[in-house]
């Protein structure tokens, strides 16, 4: 138990948040590149720079230079064990970024000096709120012009209801940053620069920031501003307490530039020294104790075609508790049955390794031949039981989706049921449709993209696509007399789910009032009875 809870300890899981663009898998792979993961990072947007991100795996993320699935990498770092969950920062795919959370410790909140705390950033800090998820805020870009510090403190505590703490301190003036300044070592780091778009380590110069020498070197307009702002801090800032911070009442707050690696290594050996080691889970029998020996896991991700020689399908799982060994047999409490673990991978994005051994906080892959959903637990058979239940998302945007090729009608239906499972779409069926036709239903429009795109990419299926005029969909419980007989629905389009369960499309929250209110035997709901929701 001792081994094991100092194992436990060394672990550290993560999530970045971010708006799109905040430079999410930029910082990301200067994680790695500090972690010797990787010895050259590729800038998603760099002209300069050859090679695409690690964690842009999808052949649409290289073209576009976007995230749109999250990506698990690991690598470790002054003895952790570090745990990183990529997720995609644009808004159409929050739902896997949600879900992903689900399997996170903590979270590192990215926010661009000059745009400040954007909507995407408040969307996703009040997920982890609501989850007591503690946040780190890593403020970006400090190689541009941007807003002060002080104005980003004042924003987060008032648009975001919490306090932040600096950590450090940027060393310039308006917006012209050499460096920064750590206020528990009292000591300045200076950064050399160079033209090779960060795809290196950088090396740095470390002092005291009353050192005659830095004064000179920093001159003295700067050096003044400095020691002014660190009075200012010490005088009227709050103190650090590391309860608030794990109760999600206070971030500590770092500066840096993830395109320059200015300042991501002292983030990086700051954030691993303070984040939390994994946390119990709460399941259907109580807490569960990571340092328990029996081993317990929950699938948080499905993803299809990593590596599309093979047509390979991987669950992720987040271990929970106990020790995972290779071979090892466990109950899947969604199957009733006991299943063998016998293909865990551990991964650097696409770059797969077979492990013989995980802890809790790991994320490991297995091999899925199609029994696992998301939200599915992994649990001993001698005390059976499920963890939370994972949310289920209203989608907002809908088609109508069939092959243009009937004779691929097999490999339509395989993507579609695969990709169903991802979570990437929701599917409904209407009963007087063509087999081959599907209703789909997305929270953002680039997710029918993403859809067309791997279709004819990894299934060899093109589509043709009606987008429909209905944006909100409303789940119906009651007697299916009742259903079956409901009145004012001919604006409206009924459909089932992939249980089975009536759903009805219509044009907006007006309509949804009048057919309830002539309908008082049905009720209405906005995501399924049996369900979970942030």
């Given amino acids: 138990m001792e081994d094991l809870q100092l194992t436990i300890n060394k672990r550290r899981t993560f999530a970045i948040i971010s708006h799109p663009d905040a430079g999410k898998t930029t910082l990301t792979e200067k994680l790695l590149l500090y972690g010797g993961a990787i010895r050259l990072a590729g800038s998603v947007k760099s002209r300069k ?3 695409h991100a690690v964690s842009d795996w999808m052949e649409i993320e290289k073209q576009r230079g976007i995230s749109v699935t999250s990506s698990v990498l690991q690598f470790d770092y002054d003895g952790y064990r570090v745990n990183i969950l990529d997720t995609p920062g644009h808004q159409d795919f929050s739902e896997d970024t949600y879900r992903t ?3 996170a410790d903590s979270a590192v909140m990215l926010i661009d000096v000059a745009k400040g705390v954007e909507d995407q950033t408040k969307k996703l800090f009040h997920v982890c709120r609501q989850r007591r998820i503690p946040v780190f805020t890593f403020v970006n870009k400090l190689d541009r012009y941007g807003k002060s510090p002080f104005e980003l403190m004042e924003e987060i505590e008032q648009v975001l209801g919490i306090r932040a703490y600096p950590m450090n301190w940027p060393v310039g003036i308006d917006g012209s940053y050499v460096g920064v300044y750590n206020r528990q070592e009292a000591q300045v780091e200076l950064f050399a620069k160079d033209g090779a778009h960060g795809q290196s380590v950088l090396p740095s110069t470390m002092g005291s920031v009353s050192d005659p020498a830095f004064r000179e070197l920093l001159g003295e307009t700067v050096h003044a501003a400095l020691i002014e702002d660190i009075e200012l801090l010490d005088m009227a800032g709050d103190a650090f307490d590391y309860e608030q911070v794990a109760a999600g009442e206070l971030t500590p707050m770092f500066f840096g530039s993830a395109m320059t690696n200015f300042g991501v290594r002292p983030f990086l050996e700051a954030f691993l020294k303070l984040a939390p080691a994994p946390v119990p889970r709460t399941s259907s029998v109580g807490e569960v104790n990571p340092a328990s020996e029996d081993f317990s896991a929950f699938v948080f991700k499905i993803q299809a075609n ?4 093979h047509r390979d399908r991987l669950a992720f799982i987040r271990i929970c508790s106990g020790k995972f060994t290779r071979g090892m047999s466990v109950y899947h409490a969604q199957s009733g049955k006991n299943i063998k ?4 991978q551990q991964f650097l994005a696409q770059e797969r390794t077979i492990i013989d051994e995980a802890y809790p906080g790991d994320i490991i892959g297995l091999f899925d031949p199609g029994i696992f959903g998301i939200g599915d637990t992994l649990c001993p058979e001698n005390t059976k039981f499920t963890f939370q239940d994972f949310p289920v998302f209203p ?3 809908f088609a ?10 097999k490999q339509f239906v395989k993507g579609m049921t695969q990709l169903t499972q991802e979570g990437a779409v929701q599917v409904f069926r209407q009963s007087d449709f063509a087999s081959e ?3 789909i239903g997305v929270v953002g429009s680039l997710q029918f993209e993403v859809l067309e795109y791997r279709l004819k990419n990894e ?3 093109e589509l043709i696509m009606d987008r429909l005029s209905f944006s909100v969909a409303r789940w119906l419980v009651g007697d299916e007399a009742a259903i079956k007989s409901m009145k004012s629905i001919d604006s409206g389009m009924m459909i089932r789910d992939i249980k089975d369960r009536p759903v009805l499309l219509l044009s907006n929250e007006w309509a949804i009032r009048w057919v309830s209110e002539r309908n008082p035997g049905v009720e209405f709901l906005e995501i399924p009875q049996d369900s979970a929701s942030f």
């Fill in 101 to 103: 959370l689900m399997a």
């Fill in 400 to 409: 109508k989706v069939q092959p243009k090729d009937t004779m691929k009608r």
């Fill in 306 to 309: 990593m590596n599309p020689a």
């Fill in 395 to 397: 989608p907002e945007q």
């Fill in 437 to 439: 036709a599907f209703i």
């Fill in 459 to 461: 299934y060899g299926v």
């Fill in 49 to 51: 720079a050859a090679k």
């Fill in 341 to 344: 673990l016998s293909q865990p």
